[in-house]
């Protein structure tokens, strides 16, 4: 249980153009999903918190009209990126919120990533 | 503030125990944990542990943490070629949102 997917796994594109990533969780629901950014050997930074119904909140730096999310479903959060840039290239990861019970805390499970290339 | 550090790349052979270490900076974190990723992909959580407990042991990892030292350590017993990869730690710190550490990259040589 508790997979996440994203599609799609990879995507190259001209500059100026915009790229939609999904992130579904495959079987459980979640309210909340989170949008991460790795560049090549080094660490996941979260650029934002995606909130079924609601606005994304986003990080510190991270441009919200250039990172649009929409969580418009329980299991589907979307990540466009706009206007793409080379500078936006970059190895992007989702994941899913699943709540923890009684005995068990709250945990976030991982899409596989979506390689974005802006040429 | 936040800072998660790891050191950057372990090279075990074949069969011997791997410890990865993670130091962190913000004593109020209530849950640590460790994750795998391997070339091209998403992380996969191994195991987490509360912070009011000092170890805990699945299988062949097994997690320490020093809550005192803010040290955490990830032993893998009888390393296998499948266990290379990036192994992240990271905290919670009374929300959902995690902060990574930098990564350590395991490398295990027959």
């Known amino acids: 249980g508790a997979v996440v997917s994203q599609h799609p796994s990879w995507v190259i594109c001209k500059s100026g153009t915009s790229v939609k990533i999904e992130c579904r969780s495959l079987d459980f629901q979640a309210t909340t999903m989170f949008w991460y950014r790795q560049f090549p050997k080094q660490s996941l930074m979260l650029m934002a918190t995606s909130n079924e119904g609601s606005k994304a909140t986003y990080e510190q730096g991270v441009e919200k009209d250039k990172f649009l999310i929409n969580h418009a479903s329980l299991t589907l959060s979307t990540l466009t990126v706009t206007s793409a840039h080379p500078e936006d290239s970059s190895f992007y990861i989702c994941?899913?919120?699943?709540?923890?019970?009684?005995?068990?805390?709250?945990?976030?499970?991982f899409g596989p990533g979506t390689r974005l290339t802006v040429l | 503030g936040e800072d998660v550090e790891q050191s950057l790349f372990l090279s075990v052979r074949e069969g011997d125990s791997s410890v990865i270490n993670c130091t962190y900076t913000d004593s109020s974190s209530t849950y640590l944990y460790w994750y795998k990723q391997e070339p091209g992909a998403g992380l996969q959580l191994l195991t987490y542990?509360?912070?009011?407990?000092d170890m805990k042991q699945d299988q062949r990892l097994t997690v320490l943490l020093n809550k005192k030292d803010k040290h955490l350590s990830l032993r893998i017993a009888d390393t296998q070629t499948g266990d290379s990869a990036i192994y992240f730690c990271a905290e919670s710190i009374n929300t959902d949102k995690l902060i990574f550490g930098t990564g350590t990259r395991l490398q295990v040589f027959p």
């Open positions: 542990i509360f912070s009011n407990m």
């Open positions: 994941s899913a919120l699943l709540i923890g019970g009684a005995s068990s805390t709250d945990t976030q499970y």
